[in-house]
């Protein structure tokens, strides 16, 4: 017997977030425990969002099952992915992992009842469950019908706004640097006004008028990357947040009891989220930074650069990273190459779909650029994705089901633009060959 509760189309990292708050909900009309309601909820977060990152869109069916006379509550997510075409390998793994397939094995830990089916160009479903206790409320047709009208009823309240009760402190900084930004730009407004004013008793004005108008553009765009950053701190981080925060009442419930061996694979699970976040707020300190055109140039061996970022790197025992002798000397800004680099090595080892691979490093130089390349051997790129890539926050889906949800690519592609030069990507099939070009002007010769 199964009756269906609700449905939830899967697209961005709302509905992820809309999908937890269900889990929550239900498990705890349910009468499940806390400490379980909160794996369940994470359980279902995690596939939802490896949803998201490697495919784009799916959706989540919350059920009520009984099997042979034991109730479960169900969560049965699919999507039309190409498949996991290494699943074996993941489901080998006996405890948390880090980076591609650690939503699986997080979620098999948690959830009582784990199963996966996945086919080739046909997508992948799970099917997570979780033990409704025997003192449960009695849950009867009448009781869902209610669960579903009261659902319906939350449908004004939008997780956006769900996110932002949780973590009210973050929204009212938020809100006080945007009411700043906006009584700032009135100031300049009023400025602008006075200014027009004296232009028929001053030539010079004109020149002001000028300096103003780029400083209100200055302003302008400094909004527009604050909006981005409000984007990212109550979506993005938010996220990891929220697992984090049911985790540790995971750990806590388990130092209660006493249960130290089970606690041990969720502190992988909370590690795994910090790193998340981590590797976040680092992005966005290095995108805002790329901005920056006045760092001081040094003199810059690139190979050896690039064997200092691989070493820094954690490279995979399988991957094998080939280095072109005699790369060039530069005087240029460090940071900025070391950044490109580090953000095409890491994805490179990231969105392979095998557990090795091969990673190829190469300079070709004529009078105007140099050109740099980073080519893989992994699942490749779409053609149609090719150019979306690069875009700030866009969310796309490659051939091989990886997926890219940060902000490295627009750092290259920020970086280069500053340079004079520009990125693109090469992919026909398998492997993917990432190229941009630097000034050969900062070459530094042997004289």
């Known amino acids: 017997m199964q009756r269906s509760i609700t449905k939830i189309t899967i697209g961005n990292e709302l509905d992820v977030v809309l999908a937890y708050k269900r889990a929550m909900q239900l498990s705890e009309r349910c009468g499940i425990a806390l400490p379980n309601q909160t794996k369940f909820a ?9 949803v998201i990152e490697y495919v784009g869109e799916g959706s989540i069916q919350f059920s009520i099952t009984d099997e042979n006379g034991i109730l479960y509550l169900e969560a049965y997510i699919t999507d039309r992915g190409r498949g996991i075409g290494n699943l074996d390998y993941y489901l080998d793994q006996k405890v948390s992992v880090t980076g591609r397939g650690n939503g699986i094995i997080n979620s098999r830990i948690l959830a009582d009842d784990f199963q996966i089916d996945t086919e080739s160009e046909k997508g992948t479903r799970v099917k997570l469950r979780k033990r409704i206790p025997a003192s449960h409320p009695i849950i009867t047709k009448t009781v869902i019908d209610n669960w579903v009208a009261d659902f319906s009823r939350e449908s004004s309240v939008s997780p956006y706004a769900e996110m932002k009760n949780q973590n009210m402190q973050l929204i009212e900084l938020l809100e006080e640097l945007r009411v700043k930004n906006l009584e700032t730009e ?38 527009h990357e604050l909006d981005a950053f409000a984007h ?42 910090t790193n998340r976040m981590d590797n976040l707020i680092l992005d966005i300190l290095s995108y805002s930074l790329s901005g920056k055109n006045t760092l001081p140039k040094k003199t810059v061996n690139v190979e050896n650069l690039l064997y200092e970022v691989t070493s820094f790197l954690n490279v ?17 800004e460090e940071i900025f190459l070391r950044q490109i ?7 490179a080892i990231k969105h392979h779909d095998q557990p090795g691979g091969n990673i190829w490093i190469n300079c070709e ?15 490749g790129i779409s053609a149609a994705d090719q150019d979306r890539i690069f875009n700030q926050f866009e969310t796309i889906s490659n051939s091989g089901g990886s997926a890219n949800m940060g902000l490295g690519l627009s750092i290259i592609k920020k970086i280069t633009l500053e340079k004079g030069g520009k990125v693109w990507v090469q992919s026909e099939g398998r492997g993917s060959r990432f190229v941009f070009n630097w000034p050969a002007r900062e070459i530094v010769t042997a004289d």
């Open 341 to 347: 680099f580090n953000n095409l090595i890491n994805n």
């Open 365 to 379: 130089a004529d009078p105007e650029f140099l050109t740099f390349s980073v080519t893989d051997d992994g699942p």
């Open 186 to 223: 009135n100031q300049l407004q009023e400025i602008k006004r006075l200014n027009l004013e004296l232009l028929s008793s001053h030539e010079d004005i004109s020149n002001l008028l000028a300096e103003r108008e780029a400083q209100t553009e200055l302003l302008q765009r400094k909004n």
């Open 42 to 50: 994470t359980a279902v977060s995690e596939i939802c969002r490896n």
């Open 232 to 273: 990212i701190v109550s979506h993005d981080l938010r996220s990891p947040l929220q697992n984090i925060k049911g985790l540790a009442m995971v750990i806590d419930a388990y130092l209660k009891t006493g249960n130290l061996d089970e606690a041990q694979p969720v502190l992988n699970m909370i590690m795994d989220q």
């Open 316 to 332: 995979p025992d399988g991957f094998q990273i080939h280095i072109q002798e005699n790369m060039p000397v530069l005087l240029t």
